[in-house]
């Protein structure tokens, strides 16, 4: 029926109620009444306390207190520990470099590779093949103390010796040819760029970067610990559905036998440009609880859906950038002092190469507060968006407790800027009961005032 239709019957209706009042007319007329009128009681409804008391210090004080006696003590030594480890490196570093290049080891290796081949991108693959080995086995007893007999003096490796031996050679393998293969790309990189080769060097840095990220989870991983699919169940589907809500790109929860090496506790979204995959370390399911499982998982989603992938690329790429203007001007200066006794007078000589390995160790030493300081506000930021993603701020804090077996719960301020990559286990907890604090009231949180 069109519109016009409507009114016309509509007006026709109203013209017939008309006439039916009009003719009602010989009706009698009732006069004007009062409306009726009731006293409605008004009283004012209870104020129901949704947010009720809790204080983020005092939790984060309880929670902390769980961790003292012989455990905290230990947990703090081996920290500690660390931290004069990052100077014994360097020191050793640069005894390394420094006996090569005095000796005259490193220009007798040079002559040896120009004697076997006129190509000059073969003589550095020569130098290469000659100075990793020599390099490795003179580290190799400061690596043995701190990847082996340490790790058991804490009770975090589990390990035989000839089981880290075969992850050690797995390692040694990827190092050697890595620089076998790639060193030549850079001296050719420098011979042509000649003063600008540090631009060069930095970029085949980042590059190579790139291409570790992308084919560590497919190919790397697995030559040191073993990946199969987590079991179906509720864990498993509730970290797939939280993947999915933030655009993680994966079908799929591997589960790694880290417990083979040893028995921290760890997750991982990994890979880039196609390659993301989630792992879950099998000490964090067994030692953990499905809550804490999926405080850290969010934790790790969160570095994926924020982009901390591209933006780590790019803020350590400038750390990178800067630390290969260090070498160049640390280079010519000790070339013009020393070079003469070294028979190293050029960036392109490749019998300088212990000099820049020197040089690379000096710079991140130095910048240790920088790079540290990159990765902890990354850390923290992916720690702020699991508590957002998942809201277990408790399940969080317990989960940091667990990664006090390695890590110091409680360091001085500037202490923790310098030395710290990850927030320390009492920023962590912190930041969580914090949040708890902003949420207390919500319906999931409101009987969750009270510490476990």
């Known amino acids: 029926m069109s519109i016009a239709r409507i009114t016309a019957v509509a007006l026709l209706l109203a013209t017939l109620a008309a006439g039916a009042l009009a003719q009602s007319g010989d009706l009698p007329q009732l006069g004007p009444r009062a409306a009726p009128t009731r006293h409605v009681q008004v009283e004012s409804l209870p104020v129901m306390d949704s947010t009720p008391a809790f204080d ?57 590779a120009e004697a076997r081949t006129p190509r000059r991108n073969y003589q550095v693959m020569l130098y290469a093949a000659a100075y990793i080995p020599i390099t490795m086995a003179a580290s190799f007893p400061l690596t043995l103390y701190e990847g082996f007999f340490r ?15 075969g992850d050690f050679g797995i390692q040694f393998s990827l190092t050697f040819a890595t620089c076998v293969l790639l060193l030549p790309v850079l001296y050719s990189a420098i011979r042509r760029a000649r003063d600008m080769w540090w631009l060069w060097a ?29 079991p179906e169940g509720p864990l498993k589907n509730k970290i797939l559905a939280l993947a999915r ?106 019998a300088g190469l212990p000099l820049i390995s020197a040089l690379g160790a000096i710079f991140l030493f130095l910048a240790t507060p920088v790079t540290n300081s990159i990765s902890r506000n990354i850390e923290y930021q992916a720690d702020i968006f699991g508590l957002n993603a998942v809201r277990k701020p408790d399940a969080f ?15 001085g301020r500037w202490e923790e800027i310098v030395f710290y990559d990850h927030p320390s286990g009492h920023t962590r907890i912190a930041a969580a009961m914090r949040w708890k604090k902003e949420h207390i009231g919500d319906f999931d949180l409101r009987e969750t005032a009270t510490v476990p």
């Open 56 to 112: 983020p210090a005092q939790a984060t004080a309880r929670y902390l207190a769980q961790i003292n006696g012989a455990a905290r003590a230990r947990s703090d030594a081996y920290f500690v520990g660390g931290y004069w480890l990052q100077l014994a490196d360097l020191i050793y570093a640069l005894a390394v470099a420094g006996l090569l290049l005095w000796t005259g080891t490193s220009a007798r290796i040079q002559d040896w």
């Open 151 to 165: 790790e058991h003096r804490y009770g975090l490796s589990t390990q035989n010796l000839w089981q880290w031996l």
């Open 202 to 230: 930095a970029g085949l840095a980042i590059a190579f970067q790139i291409l570790t990220i992308v084919i560590w989870p497919v190919f790397i991983s697995p030559l040191f610990n073993h990946y199969s699919p987590l």
């Open 245 to 350: 809500a933030n655009d993680v790109p994966v079908n799929n929860v591997w589960l790694v036998d880290a417990s083979r090496q040893s028995n921290r506790i760890s997750a991982n979204v990994s890979g880039f440009l196609g390659t993301a995959r989630i792992s879950l370390n099998d000490n964090l399911l067994n030692q953990g609880s499905s809550d804490e499982v999926l405080a850290v998982m969010g934790h790790e989603i969160g570095h994926y859906a924020m982009g901390h992938v591209t933006l780590t690329i790019l803020l350590e790429g400038l750390v990178i950038l800067a630390g290969f203007v260090f070498i160049h001007w640390g280079f010519v200066s000790a070339c013009a002092l020393f070079g003469g006794q070294w028979q190293v007078r050029r960036i392109e000589d490749v």
């Open 397 to 411: 804090a317990t989960a940091m407790l667990k990664l006090s077996t390695y890590r110091k719960l409680e360091p």
